[in-house]
């Protein structure tokens, strides 16, 4: 039953990681799409 645990603990983990990744990518992608624009605004 351990072994059940720790998958558990560990599949948690995962989709957290996952979710973390994501936000930051999306804050990431913004932070472009927002300098692309302010380049934009320039010319």
Not at 7 to 17: D, E, F, R, S
């Amino acid at each position: 039953e351990q072994s059940n645990v720790d998958m558990a603990a560990q599949l948690v983990n995962m989709i957290t990681t996952q979710r973390a990744y994501s936000a930051n990518s999306k804050t990431i992608t913004t932070a472009d799409e927002m300098l692309q624009e302010t380049l934009n605004l320039k010319r």
